[in-house]
């Protein structure tokens, strides 16, 4: 029996350009990332409560809402959501990803991700 997709709503992921920094020959979380990535894991964990981890092959979507105006990669904004859902086990690895899917949207949270299940 195929399950629906789970459903998870972040703040807006910061780009990959952001996520790492240099210095004193060592590379290093960004603030601005690890602040991200606290506030990210503590909202997957309050909507997991009634989830289970997708083990295996699945699919991701992520919707994103432009934050202003300026020109934007929206393939930037899929390292960071990925690393972190693979952080909070909601995944078992992002090497089982099959399909990504990336789309900017009107209007709605920040960022909304769907994960399916493709061993079911």
């Not at 807006?12 to 990535?37: A, F």
């Not at 990210?40 to 289970?52: E, F, P, V």
């Not at 859902?85 to 899917?101: H, P, T």
């Amino acid at each position: 029996m195929k399950r629906d997709p789970l459903k998870f709503i972040l703040t807006l992921p910061p780009s990959v350009n952001r996520l790492w920094r240099m210095g004193r020959g060592k590379m290093y979380r960004s603030k601005n990332y690890d602040e991200w990535r606290t506030l990210s894991l503590w909202q997957l964990s309050c909507q997991m409560r009634d989830k289970t981890q997708i083990t295996g092959h699945y699919r991701l979507r992520l919707e994103a809402v432009r934050p202003d105006r300026r020109k934007r990669d929206l393939g930037n904004l899929e390292k960071a959501a990925h690393d972190v859902l693979v952080s909070a086990e909601i995944v078992e690895d992002d090497s089982y990803c099959q399909v990504i899917e990336l789309a900017w949207v009107k209007a709605g949270p920040e960022c909304v991700i769907y994960l399916e299940s493709l061993d079911d």
